[in-house]
């Protein structure tokens, strides 16, 4: 294998491989945590589709927005973990499909938490002017200019990599991870400044709609106190974020400290980065929302289809 820059960080990652009982066991854990937020998002998802009160209020359209980008980048990334614990190496091709999918969801998932912040901004400091700034249809503009945006900051490294990779690099196999797919200096620059600048911006937005509800909150409104706790926590959530973006330095600063653990210290940094924020997001904005949480509850507990077959065992003639 010729991966060039970063060899050594390859060769160590390749290298310090874990048992065949910790591989599955590791890979076991992952799986079972991914199928049960998956399963809790799909309900969500579920009852989302199931009510037409959600579907015509943007707040729960961008949340279930969320979700749903949560759903593919868990998917996407607990494939990616399995891939290279299983082949160690894989495809060029192949890894940078995966790759492009999991990094547009990641970017999405700050951007969505930014625009969730300025609607309660919006619906406590302006609540007569929410109905008419906020609608349906804008509403999925912002998704769109959430994909749009996310994609200006991931295509460019495809061109990149067309551009100054030879073919046989193309074909050849390579353990699947950002920095040796697009490894070239202009990409890893170009990611570093897309991360400041987002992070940059989500933080402005979640700074300035928290100090402008907190005002309003003094004044004793219930709602402004529930968007002011609101936004606190799209600020944990976006802290669980910038770990991905701080995430290279912080395995390298770990692998120098603890040079034996690498493997360890991989997979403690995949749970933080990848599960824990899939995991606290159903609880943080689906079950703390009333509405929400009562229709939710029916379908993940398959109370209602137990309520259906109840009642027609009580008609069924005798």
Known sequence: M???PGDTNVTTAVNNRDTFVVAVGKNVAVVVLGI???????TMVHTFNKHHIFKVNPRYILFIHLVFNDMIQLTTSISLFIFTYTFHTIYVSICCLLILSAIFTTQNTPLNLAFMAAECYIAVCFPLRYNYICTVKRTYIVIG???????LSVLP??????????????????????????????????????????LVLVW???????????????AA???????????ILHGFQVLLCMMVYVQPMLLQGLT??????????????????????RFVNPIVYGLRDKTFRKFFKQYLLCTVTINIHQKTTMKRPS
């Open 256 to 277: 120098y400290l603890f040079p034996g653990a690498v493997t360890s210290i991989n997979f403690a940094m995949f749970i933080i980065n990848q599960i824990l924020p």
């Open 145 to 151: 200019l959430i994909w749009a945006a996310s994609s």
């Open 157 to 198: 490294d495809v061109f990149i990599l067309l551009a100054t990779e030879p073919l046989e690099f193309l074909n050849s196999r390579v353990y699947c991870a950002r920095d040796f797919v697009f490894r070239s200096s202009y990409s890893l620059k170009k990611r570093d400044a897309s991360h400041i600048l987002f």
């Open 221 to 231: 409104n219930a709602d402004a106190k529930k968007a002011r706790n609101t936004i």
């Open 204 to 218: 402005l937005t979640l700074f300035y709609t928290y100090f402008r509800i907190l005002f309003v909150a003094k």
């Open 36 to 42: 049960a937020i998956n399963y809790i998002n799909a």
């Open 2 to 4: 010729n991966f060039t």
